[in-house]
């Protein structure tokens, strides 16, 4: 799932990536909020902010809203030149990159967060959100735009758009495909809200605080762990297949 890319690219590889980065997403969602009271998964809100206090003329109060917009940015951008620096690179899963560095940066929040949370709550929410926006990025490139993640404004939008396009067979003969997109975002809807409720449960419930990103960091390891795996059993099934042809022939 974080292999294939272009016309390789299948329902299910879309579908196994969404599930699993929907899910950390609920989970750095809830957490982010319970900890701090802000949105760490997009940045509709804090642009409303930052354009509220420039109404004000509270410039510095709006500085911070500003800083969260051009964390998740800067992620975007971090995360797309990754992909294209190394993209010539046939030996390497350049989409491997953006997804450690998300682990390594929810990591180190959940173990040494509670230390910097009383001094810099605004630094850790900066770098949710950059985390978020590498996220976003990644999955954006490698999907073609089909599998978004952090946030559910646009996804329930479309999911409207396609279950209007149902009642309309003769404009929108292809069924088959509608369905397939309507299945893929009520799963990304679905996971981000199972993130979200585990989330929840692991901060509040068990006292886990902002190690539950710790449990989000571990998710999404254990798919890069199984894609790979996944990935060295087919190849090595497909050479062994290939010989066996070989040996047939001769």
Known sequence: MFR????SRTLEHNLRIATVLSFVAGIVNVTGFLAFKQLTTNVTGHFALFIYDLANFEFWKGTVYFLYIFSFLFGSFSSSFLIERYRQNKQLNI???PTIIEC???TSIGLFGSVVETRSPDLIVCLLLFAMGLQNSFVTKLSNA???TTHLTGLFTDLGIDISQLFFPKTHPNRIKIK???KLRIYIILF???GGLIGGYLYSKLDLELYTLVFGAFVLLLSLFYDDMRYRLIKTKRKYNQRKTLRNTV
């Open 4 to 7: 294939h890319q272009g016309k």
């Open 95 to 97: 989409f491997v990159l």
């Open 104 to 106: 390594l940066i929810l």
């Open 146 to 148: 089909v599998v978004r």
């Open 180 to 182: 397939s997109k309507i």
């Open 192 to 194: 981000f809200f199972a």
